[in-house]
């Protein structure tokens, strides 16, 4: 017999790899938002950790940009993972069964900062400190729901970085921000070997995944799949926050 999680952890994970193969970015997102329909964000976080940190050092080592990214992003990317070394407790802790509303709401702010196509900019003598706030409220967003990108990724577009040199950037900054957490998951006994057979599942299925959307986004509208994207995101962060306003 099959066990009915490792086929929905082999699902989600295909799904969002195929998400990340064409859209650059959308791994942690899409499966910690659909694993937690049927788990805690921890639980869920703790499974994509291993996947998550893998796929973005490939992508990170993709691209000639990775001087200027550090030299640009190092505030960001110290002070978001000082942001979750100080967040460490808030998905695990007594305030925990919020996270899945938190997670809820933060994938509607998403996706409505995405579809409204909403344009922020940042001037170059203020990148430095914006980037160090950006970064400890990225932290902590993280800490408690095991998503990256409210605030970073609009501050990202924000900076004025160019197509190639932004997607190797959200693989330089999820690292940082992905291990980081690690450490959390691990201080708080969530990384052991009951995720190892869970985690290597996800982790072929991400990569099966990631390697079709790479070949699909060559044929496909990659603007147009976004959106379709960014709906599907808000509706399930409607569905989480309801279920979980009305489970209270």
Avoid at 60 to 84: E, F, K, Q
Avoid at 123 to 129: D, F
Avoid at 149 to 169: C, N, T, Y
Avoid at 222 to 239: D, S, T
């Amino acid at each position: 017999m099959f066990d009915p999680l490792l086929i929905l952890i082999a699902a989600v994970f295909a799904l969002a790899g195929f998400v990340k193969g064409v859209i650059g970015l959308g791994l942690p997102t899409v499966s910690i938002g659909l694993l937690a329909v049927a788990m805690p964000p921890a639980q869920a976080l703790a499974i994509v950790i291993v996947p998550a940190i893998v796929t973005n050092i490939w992508q990170t080592l993709v691209g000639g940009y990775l001087r200027d990214i550090l030299r640009r992003l190092w505030p960001l990317m110290l002070a978001t993972a000082i942001g979750i070394r100080a967040g460490a407790g808030l998905m695990t802790g007594p305030y925990a069964h919020h996270a899945t509303l938190v997670l809820g709401l933060l994938l509607l702010i998403y996706a409505g900062l995405g579809l409204s196509q909403a344009r922020f900019q940042v001037r170059p003598a203020h990148e430095k400190w914006v980037g160090g706030l950006v970064g400890l409220i990225t932290g902590v967003v993280a800490a408690a729901t095991g998503v990256q990108v409210i605030p970073s990724m609009p501050f990202m577009q924000a900076i004025g970085l160019e197509k190639d040199e932004l997607v190797q950037a959200l693989g330089v900054f999820f690292t940082v921000a992905t291990l980081a957490q690690a450490f959390n998951l691990t201080e708080a006994g969530l990384l052991s070997a009951t995720t190892a057979l869970p985690g290597a599942v996800a982790m072929a299925t991400a990569f099966a995944g990631m390697f079709v959307g790479q070949l699909v986004r060559a044929r496909m509208d990659a603007a147009q799949f976004r959106r379709w994207f960014l709906v599907a995101m808000g509706l399930l962060g409607l569905y989480l926050a309801g279920a979980t306003i009305a489970s209270f």
